[in-house]
């Protein structure tokens, strides 16, 4: 579902190859940025941050990005962060706790935007020209697919919840059932990615991926249109 969405609206903005590279360049260079400067900024300047980072949240979602599952994981790290501060601060310093888990969001919506916006092929091909082309191959397939192990993580976060696991986010205020959390959730969410790993380079290795000296990468025939 989430591919097409994404075709469709390729097929709405017609770019060639050349021009998205640079894109894909100019891109993933104001993402570095943008993320860094999540952690690295003074708290006076997140302000302005997070307008930078509206505006990005609005493309995504005119890109018909899902944008749920980051902010469910930012509701829940709001919780334990906060929990935390409470135990160890006696609540005093609450309001830091919730600034660190701000910059934290300030830190992903680049990256989630990226996964939206730009192709993998332009991304896996602008990291070929600064590092090994194994090792961006490995980047822009992880990338790629953030939504689908997103979409599994919801899966079976709700398979779970239907089971009787103790993970509901009233119940995770517990830490006694953070345990449960991750013997539910977090094992078989990794169980899965290692299968996917193993496809993915089954794949590759079926492409005889590696085995010239000179790879080349896929063109959209689309986008020369």
């Known amino acids: 579902m989430w591919v097409k969405r994404r075709q469709t609206l390729q097929a709405k903005i017609p770019v060639n190859d050349d021009a998205g590279l640079w894109l894909a360049a100019s891109a993933m260079l104001m993402v570095t940025l943008l993320s860094s400067a999540a952690f690295l900024a003074p708290q006076s300047a997140l302000l302005y941050l997070a307008l930078a980072n509206l505006l990005l949240l609005v493309h995504g979602l005119w890109c018909r990005g899902d944008i749920s599952g980051i902010f469910r994981y930012i509701v829940l790290q709001l919780g334990f962060t906060l929990l935390l501060y409470a135990v160890i601060h006696g609540g005093q310093q609450l309001h830091q706790g ?33 590092m090994p082309e194994k090792w961006a191959f490995v980047v822009a397939a992880s990338i790629n697919l953030l939504p689908y192990m997103t979409s599994e993580l919801r899966d079976i976060y709700q398979l779970q919840l239907l089971r009787g696991a103790r993970i509901a986010p009233r119940q995770l205020l517990n830490p006694l059932n953070w345990y449960e959390l991750a013997y539910c959730v977090i094992f078989p969410l990794f169980v899965q990615l290692l299968k996917l790993a193993q496809q993915t380079a089954t794949a590759a290795r079926s492409r005889h991926f590696g085995s010239h000296p000179q790879p080349t990468h896929w063109r959209d025939p689309r986008s020369h249109q």
């Open 98 to 130: 919730a600034w660190a888990v701000a910059r934290l969001l300030l830190a992903l919506l680049p990256g989630w935007w990226l996964t939206v916006a730009i192709k993998p092929q332009w991304i896996g091909e602008v990291l070929a020209k600064i």
